[in-house]
């Protein structure tokens, strides 16, 4: 099982970001919906390794949440409230999400197999890596990629050439992260047995 502890950086300094995110995620497909936890956090509960990924990727994109996931396992029946679950990737996710404050990709896991957390970590180290780089040009060709389109058709939207759209999204990485969603699903899946 999968938990993310989401925190909003920068709050004392910013507006509430947290309900608007509430908003924006409400149809991800969790066990337990995203639900405000304290504060400036939130938290929800998962149990399929790519919708982790998307999820944590998504945030990083967005620049104002510092992202942890703890991995185990968690006291069921699962409550109706996200805030009131309990169990070892619970209490993983709040490790991660303070650690996560102070790491360079303002991502991190931590799980009962320590291993294979520290796997998953460092595999979510690098991709989170390649995702902050990004200019706001590499993440609108990436984010047309994500949602399936070729690259002409990235162009054609673009209203530029095929060759600046293969630039954009090899300068931006998506070979790479489309190859580390991959060896982090493995990782997430292998540290969650």
């Known amino acids: 099982m999968y938990v993310l502890t989401v925190d909003q950086r920068g709050s004392r300094r910013d507006i509430d970001r947290v309900a608007d995110l509430l908003v924006e995620l409400r149809d991800a497909p969790l066990l337990r919906k995203f639900e405000r936890t304290a504060g400036d956090e939130v938290q929800a509960v998962a149990d399929d390794s790519g919708t982790v990924i998307d ?71 690098l991709l989170a890596t390649i995702v902050v780089r990004r200019t706001d040009q590499g ?33 931006a990485g998506w070979q790479a992260e489309l190859a580390g969603r991959l060896l982090l699903r493995r990782l997430l899946e292998r540290a969650d047995r």
């Open 139 to 171: 993440v609108e060709a990436v984010s047309l990629a994500r949602a399936g389109l070729s690259q002409s058709e990235i162009a054609t939207e673009l209203g530029i050439s095929k060759q600046a759209v293969s630039q954009r999204l090899l300068t």
């Open 55 to 125: 999820l944590a990727l998504d945030l990083l994109e967005r620049d104002n949440w510092s992202v942890g996931i703890g991995i185990g396992p968690v006291e069921t029946p699962l409550p109706a409230q996200t805030r009131a679950g309990r169990g070892p990737a619970f209490e993983h996710a709040r490790t991660a999400v303070e650690r996560a404050k102070n790491a360079p990709g303002r991502i991190a896991a931590d799980g009962t197999d320590a291993d294979s957390a520290a796997d998953v970590d460092a595999a979510l180290t």
